[in-house]
């Protein structure tokens, strides 16, 4: 979605007024050149990251099945900072993982 949209006119208008450049089609010109490369390069990274996550969540996951399921025999659920049972009771951190 992003690639079909083009450069938006305030992009324009900022990297114009920050660099004094008075040509604003030879601005956007350049921008449009710079635009497919960087979103490219955005896309491998976000991928990259994605990979990571959920590599990370994988040796999580093998942690959690070897310590078994809290006290009160309830699964362990992804919540922010860490792991809770589904039952609200326990909380493991990703740090003590």
């Not at 976000?46 to 990571?52: D, S």
């Not at 009160?72 to 951190?93: N, T």
Request: proline share 2%.
């Amino acid at each position: 979605k992003m690639l079909a949209t083009g450069v938006a006119d305030r992009i324009v208008e900022y990297v114009a007024s920050k660099g004094n450049f008075e040509d604003k089609d030879k601005v956007r010109g350049e921008l449009e050149n710079q635009r497919y490369p960087f979103l490219i390069r955005v896309r491998k990274i976000l991928a990259q990251k994605e990979e990571e996550k959920t590599a990370e969540e994988a040796k999580n996951q093998e942690k959690l099945k070897m310590m078994g399921r809290c006290p009160m025999d309830f699964e362990w659920l992804k919540v922010q900072g860490g792991y809770q049972c589904a039952g609200g009771s326990h909380f493991v951190s990703d740090s003590e993982l």
